[in-house]
């Protein structure tokens, strides 16, 4: 349970009970997540997260329950949901923006034993888990449909140089997902080595870290003086998000993934934007379409996301696992098992 910043207390909690249309799903596996250790952290996301509550949003399991009135799933089945699920008729989804749903539910309790599945999110963002992947591969479906929303907002196309500032997890699945989508060329930016040589190691032509070296400088140098095709932030400050600005070349593209705090404003060059025609656009969360989208990728080892998981702990380890991953340079993802 999730009380407050840097309050997280295992306890006993009552097995949820399922109702009619709901599902039951013992869990198996559940991985840590960036946005996880920013709430923990910071614990600013106060419209999609009320405490107290059972913490975590990764996860995959078995079904053990199924609520009256389902055909699918079946019980035993492997099993992933949400962790959001949009309303389908608000003004938002009406115009197929399903990720900015006015009514959004999301789903919070993957650090936990059991998960509860609403009835909504069973119909709209459920998905059997193929049987060739493990429940820790097929709790990545989350973050990678939300990398994939943002690529393609972003307009990857083949060719492309695209420099990725951040080598968390989120920078590490945009840089595997642009390398299957064409990319000629990927820099990587971040402050700490060890998180470059994992971005070299899956791939990366090019790694920069922004606290030894100037790093338009070197992207220029690296892009023939131009700058990037496309330039993605990975990492929600606003002083990246005005660097990912002076990243791009003329015509670019700038995607501002990372989420800063509210109220945060950023500056940007006019002349830039007007004289060369600068995109900048936010991508927020994803789709039920990019959710199962992602589990393909996965499932086929399109992209490959076993290296982002570097450790493993027992859920009674939860506490353990959140001090790991903010004092460590070399995890990336921990795979927490009940
Ligand atoms: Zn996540
Ligand atoms: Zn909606």
């Known amino acids: 349970m999730l009380y407050g910043v840097k309050d997280l207390r295992v306890e006993d909690a009552a097995v949820p009970k399922v109702g009619a249309g709901e599902v039951l799903v013992r869990v198996k596996g559940a991985t840590t997540c960036g946005t996880d250790l ?34 699918w799933p079946r019980n035993g089945m492997r099993l992933r949901a949400g962790n959001s699920a949009p309303c389908l008729h608000c003004a938002m989804c009406q115009k197929g923006k399903y ?19 609403p009835a909504r999110m069973v119909q709209v963002n459920t ?30 196309k083949l060719g492309d140089s695209v420099a990725i500032i951040g080598a968390g997890p989120i920078g590490l699945l945009h840089l595997l997902t642009v390398k ?17 040589n994992v971005a070299a190691n899956l791939g990366a032509e090019e790694t920069i870290n922004g606290g030894r070296e100037d790093v338009v400088e070197k992207v220029r140098q690296s892009t023939a003086g131009y700058g990037a095709d496309v330039v993605i932030e990975a990492i929600g400050l606003p002083a990246t998000w005005e660097q990912a600005l002076k990243l791009a070349r003329k015509g670019g593209v700038v995607l501002e993934f990372g989420g800063c705090p509210p109220g945060t404003e950023i500056k940007v060059n006019a002349e830039q934007v007007h004289y060369g025609e600068l ?21 086929s080892k399109t992209i490959d996301v076993r290296p ?3 450790r493993e702990m027992r859920l009674e380890d939860i ?20």
Not at 99 to 117: D, F, P, Q, T
Not at 132 to 156: D, F, K, M, N, R
Not at 180 to 196: C, F, Q, S, Y
Not at 319 to 338: D, M, Q, R
Request: aromatic share 10%; net charge negative; proline share 3%.
């Open 279 to 299: 995109t900048v656009r936010g991508a927020f969360h994803t789709t039920p379409l990019h959710f199962r989208k992602a589990l393909d990728f996965i499932a």
């Open 180 to 196: 299957k989508m064409g990319a000629k060329k990927t820099i990587v930016i971040d402050l700490v080595d060890e998180r470059l």
């Open 38 to 71: 920013k709430i923990f952290q910071r614990g600013y996301v106060e419209k999609i997260i009320k405490l107290p509550t059972i913490f975590g949003h990764e996860w995959a399991g078995e079904v053990v329950e199924v609520g009256e009135g389902l055909e």
């Open 308 to 310: 982002l998981i570097t």
């Open 319 to 338: 506490g353990k696992a959140f001090e790991v991953l903010s004092t460590s340079k070399n995890e990336i993802k921990i795979g927490i098992i009940p």
């Open 99 to 117: 990720n900015l749903c006015e009514n959004m539910i999301w789903l919070w309790g993957a650090y936990a034993e059991y998960v509860k599945v």
């Open 127 to 156: 998905q059997e888990i193929p049987s060739q992947i493990s429940y820790l591969e097929a709790a990545i479906t989350e973050p990678l449909a939300c990398v994939l929303h943002g690529v393609e907002e972003a307009g990857v």
